[in-house]
């Protein structure tokens, strides 16, 4: 048998190398093998840090009697879901369709065309050997009728992901429709919205603070300073050494499920920042900064970018790197600190996990609390973690997906401008902040020249690479819109030309290659691979929808450039989304996010002065932006920077520029006029 995953890129393919169930990448030659045979086809999604996939693989993709009945009687395809988000949209539609639910591990059978006749999850293995037995019975004497159904599954696939709908103005009632059913949906005792499993909210909370911004309203920064810090008290978060798992499964936010993936962690980043820097908490403050030593530590690969995810599990068992008893705590500590290790992470004879484990969760305030606290808490933080570390370790999914270290650029570039507005040699942990934002400026640079010198390819964007070679699956829409926005964020933080001009390109080749009718975008570009149905799907789930990160980028972009075409795309896409927007916000949360930003203005703020590090405009401008705004700050006539074109010094003096929508105010040269200005 051919070990043909041997030299794939993805990791999660890799894990299926050895299995006996004779595997195909994606690709003609595994349907022409199908069509050849004249036998169904098995496309099995997964990625690989996935729990259940890893259970599925165990219980039946190892085992000799399973893999048989599918070398015998199928061709047996192996996707990753984060490598191929195309092929895994096509056949979630077709999942949600015929079972009225989706996930992962995803079991699809299909004609040897791609057709999908059947689909499902996880299945034990019983119940999946005696599948394999049915469809292989069906499919040599009921044809007719298993065609029929694959030709009804293709229709409800079209129809689902169909583009040329009705469309609105995303105006402010819409907005605040928004705003108004997720205080509905909200649940006020847990924070965050609906119940077990429980996701973190993170592109809602975005939502939410700019729509408080622009709005005053109360509850909606109450509902994201409640949420923020259940989560952050919760186990949910690694209490010792940042990061937030993929979701709860619980109400709240006790036990995760403890894969840590970089896009959560890059868009959370983004809430606790923007928190931080709107109300000075404390508590937003310290996860703001973990979580970006988080992902410099832990996610970054020196020389390439930001890795996939951590790992459910550890050697089979999940939880078993983060889980502890009272006696561990003991053991790691002594008896004094460790009983008090044990009141203060809630950790219980009885266990909140499994086998008496318990999961950490911060049951006592810290943030506030007395000088002497925090020093211990910080020290049983540190001996906690040195122990932690001499347990085994999950693995890491260690390829680069272009739209999530986007996301990660992005959320560092905001971290690193609150950062520096708020620093200050008096703080009690000013080197641990300093030692931070070094390494995560650091990693958020290599991530974006390994995008921008691997992932681009003859003008076109590549979605994943690992080990510093680049993939061969084509970027889709949220590649373009995810790295076309940090560009842009990396092109206000560096005052360098060359991430504006890069950012231009990629929303050119998405304007040209993946517009659909009205103002719509596939997911797919024109000269894809064709699939059983191009995918085009506007709502925001784990990530930010094609739709939603281009428009993101499109504003960015227009209000960096002074190119109102941009700002044209980008509204007709948010208007082929606004109908969804104020029903279902809870899936419309970052086109709801750029939203605000195109109904504050963008404003575009440009300081000239000598010390862009250290002007108190410049700081003004990152601590009172408008929703969406954009700063650049440098000398005047700055090469490569539009914004900062033909705007002298004043009498000598720094000055600040605002526009709104292109047009622009008197240039200001005093704080309090600027804070006037943006207010």
Not at 275 to 283: A, S, V
Request: include cysteine; charge should be negative; aromatic fraction near 8%.
């Amino acid at each position: 048998m051919a070990n043909r995953l041997a030299w794939a890129t993805s990791p999660y393919l890799q894990q299926h190398k050895d299995n006996p169930v004779d595997w195909w990448p994606w690709g003609d030659d595994a349907f022409e093998e199908a069509k050849r045979r004249d036998v169904p086809v098995l496309i099995s999604v997964g990625y690989s840090s996935c729990h259940w996939c890893h259970v599925m693989a165990h219980e039946s993709f190892e085992n000799e009697q399973v893999a048989a009945l599918l070398n015998d009687n199928f061709v047996s395809i192996k996707v990753d879901r984060e490598e191929r988000p195309d092929v895994d949209a096509v056949y979630l539609t077709a999942t949600q369709a015929m079972t009225g639910q989706g996930g992962w591990p995803m079991t699809v059978f299909a004609a040897p065309d791609g057709t999908p006749f059947f689909c499902g999850t996880y299945f034990p293995r019983p119940n999946f050997t005696q599948l394999l037995q049915s469809i292989t019975t069906a499919w040599r004497e009921q044809r007719e009728a298993v065609v029929r159904q694959g030709a009804a599954m293709v229709e409800a696939i079209g129809g689902a992901q169909a583009v040329g709908g009705p469309t609105a103005p995303l105006d402010a009632p819409l907005l605040d429709a928004a705003a108004g059913r997720l205080a509905s949906e909200y649940d006020a005792t847990n924070g965050g919205f609906g119940g077990a499993p429980k996701f973190p909210p993170h592109m809602n909370l975005l939502f939410l603070l700019r729509h408080h911004q622009r709005t005053g309203d109360p509850r909606s920064l109450e509902m994201t300073r409640h949420t923020a810090e259940a989560m952050a008290r919760g186990g949910i978060y690694d209490q010792l050494a940042g990061g937030f798992a993929r979701y709860s499964v619980d109400e709240h936010w006790t036990v995760p499920h403890f894969e840590k993936m970089l896009y959560d962690n890059a868009l959370l980043l983004r809430v606790y920042t923007q928190l931080w820097r709107l109300t000075g908490d404390p508590l937003a403050r310290r996860v703001a900064r973990d979580t970006a030593r988080f992902l410099a530590d832990e996610l970054h690969r020196p020389g390439e970018g930001f890795l996939s995810a951590l790992d459910a599990d550890t050697e089979g068992v999940e939880g078993l790197t983060y889980a502890w008893t009272p006696a561990q705590l003991v053991e790691a500590l002594g008896e004094e600190d460790g009983r008090w290790a044990a009141d203060l992470f809630a950790v219980t004879d009885d266990g909140t996990f499994e086998h008496g484990m318990s999961v950490l969760k911060l049951a006592r305030d810290v943030d506030d609390a007395a000088p002497e606290v925090r020093a211990r808490w910080q020290q049983v933080v540190g001996r906690l973690l040195s122990a932690r570390d001499s347990r085994p370790q999950p693995a890491r999914d260690d390829k680069v997906v272009a739209a999530w270290n986007g996301l990660a650029i992005t959320a560092i570039v905001e971290f690193l401008q609150v950062a520096a507005l708020y620093a200050s040699p008096q703080d009690e942990d000013a080197n641990l902040m300093d030692g931070v934002t070094i390494v995560a400026d650091g990693a958020m640079r290599d991530a974006a020249e390994h995008l921008a010198g691997v992932h681009l390819v003859d003008g076109r964007l590549r979605r994943v690479s690992r080990d510093g070679t680049v993939g061969e699956p084509a970027g889709v829409l949220e590649d373009y819109g995810c790295v076309a926005e940090a560009f842009c964020a990396l092109h206000q933080l560096t005052g360098e030309g060359r991430w504006l001009t890069l950012a231009g390109e990629l929303l050119d080749t998405a304007l040209a290659r993946f517009a659909a009718p009205g103002g719509a975008f596939y997911d797919t570009a024109d000269d894809a691979e064709r699939l059983v149905a191009r995918p085009a799907d506007p709502t925001d789930n784990a990530t930010p929808s094609g739709r939603s990160a281009l428009v993101a980028g499109l504003v960015a972009y227009s209000a960096l450039s002074g190119e109102p075409r941009y700002r044209e795309a980008a509204e007709a896409a948010l208007a082929t989304v606004a109908p969804i927007v104020g029903q279902h916000p809870r899936f419309t949360g970052y086109a709801a996010t750029v939203g605000e930003a195109l109904l504050s203005g963008p404003y575009e703020i440009a300081v000239v002065t000598d010390d862009p590090a250290g002007d108190p405009l410049v700081a003004a401008a990152h601590r009172h932006a408008p929703p969406g705004a954009v700063v650049v700050a440098g000398q005047p006539d700055q090469s490569g920077v539009p914004l900062l074109a033909d705007r002298p010094l004043v009498d000598g003096r720094s000055a600040a520029y605002v526009c709104r929508g292109f047009v622009c105010q008197r240039p200001v040269t005093s704080v309090e006029e600027l804070v006037a200005e943006l207010g």
